[in-house]
């Protein structure tokens, strides 16, 4: 299973970008899809999560600013970022907890990072 990423770059504050993922390979079902970021010296930390039922969690500090968006059909997954700040600035990382199999377990993915750079 592979996740790509793609959607980063630099943007002023206030600015918006769209992230974007796309899982590929032996996929069963998805369970659990979203976005992870890492600021340099951070942990990596949640940003927004959307489950094969369609719920949703999103970091406090991103509550308002930022949508998630999946499609199923597609196994795709998308972050929509309003209101960047300064402190949107890391390195976002797609994830998936994908089953290979109708028996198999569920593993984690991550995709490679994507930098977004909020700055003016």
């Known amino acids: 299973v592979q996740l790509q990423a793609s959607g980063g770059g630099l943007v002023q504050p206030g600015g918006s970008l769209t992230l974007a993922c796309a899982a590929s390979?032996?996929?069963?079902?998805?369970?659990?899809m979203g976005w992870y970021r890492q600021a340099p010296g951070e942990q990596r930390e949640l940003v927004a999560l959307t489950s094969s039922d369609g719920s949703t969690r999103y970091a406090n500090s991103v509550k308002g600013r930022f949508t998630i968006s999946r499609d199923n059909a597609k196994n795709t997954v998308d972050l929509q970022m309003n209101s960047l700040k300064l402190e949107d600035t890391a390195a976002y990382y797609c994830y998936a907890v994908v089953r290979t199999s109708a028996w198999g377990p569920n593993s984690r993915y991550w995709g490679q990072g994507t930098l977004v750079t909020v700055s003016s």
């Open positions: 390979g032996s996929i069963f079902n998805i369970n659990d």
